[in-house]
């Protein structure tokens, strides 16, 4: 039974270029969270989405970034014109439905790096 | 707005000695969860152990147990006979119970086992 997948684990842009970090749940898992992790940092929270629904975006920058969990395929999480500051580790979470809710699977992350 | 304070930024301690690791949380919910998270220098991040704020006795799974203080909004990590393979961060986090599951966490603690 294969976790949470996550790709790329490491990515590198450009300053002003685009990163799309992509998010595959756990089988039978709907709902996705995402974290962003900055150096020598916890984890704070972006997003949270279900399949094509978005049901929390209170951390997530109201700028550039951006998020989807479309009803086949993975979430992405798209950033614009990518800056120094998106320098950080992204993580993503699943979770399934019912008793099982509060436990949050993550993914590996991946690891963005902006020149 | 719910918060985390871990206030030991690095710990270390002997192989096969205990240790405790602090956290401290203000909510003014009465249900909630709160978990700890492990991230060794791979940087995935792994479930260590799960308590239920509604529920008294605490969570104990092998050698990690908490001491859950719901009056003081305690929630501390006893690691036993510690071993090399616990060296990582250690992540504190709050998770309330409104449908909403995401995770707020706290700066981490960063534990060191000593050969």
């Known amino acids: 039974n294969a976790g949470v997948m996550q790709n790329p684990r490491h990515l590198v842009r450009r300053r002003g270029q685009e990163a799309r970090l992509r998010c595959s749940p756990m089988?039978?898992?709907?709902?996705v969270y995402w974290y962003r992790q900055l150096p020598e940092e916890g984890l704070k929270f972006m997003v949270y989405l279900q399949k094509e629904n978005i049901i929390d975006e209170s951390g997530m920058p109201k700028e550039r970034f951006s998020a989807e969990f479309p009803k086949e395929g993975p979430s992405i999480l798209r950033i614009q014109q990518v800056v120094r500051g998106d320098s950080a580790a992204y993580f993503c979470?699943?979770?399934?439905?019912?008793?099982?809710?509060?436990?949050?699977?993550f993914g590996p992350g991946t690891r963005l790096l902006v020149l | 707005a719910q918060t985390v304070t871990q206030s030991q930024p690095e710990m270390s301690v002997q192989e096969a000695e205990t240790v405790t690791l602090s956290c401290t949380y203000d909510t003014s919910e009465s249900n909630y969860y709160l978990f700890w998270y492990k991230q060794p220098p791979s940087r995935q991040m792994i479930l260590v152990i799960r308590?239920?704020?509604?529920?008294?006795q605490n969570a104990t799974e092998n050698r990690f147990s908490v001491n859950f203080q719901k009056a003081a909004k305690s929630f501390s990590l006893k690691i036993s006979d510690s071993q090399l393979g616990d060296t990582a961060m250690y992540f504190c986090a709050f998770m309330d119970d409104f449908g909403n599951e995401k995770l707020t966490f706290g700066t981490g603690t960063r534990l060191t086992i000593i050969p």
């Open positions: 308590q239920e704020a509604y529920k008294q």
């Open positions: 979470a699943s979770h399934g439905a019912g008793i099982s809710r509060e436990t949050q699977y």
């Open positions: 089988k039978g898992h709907s709902h």
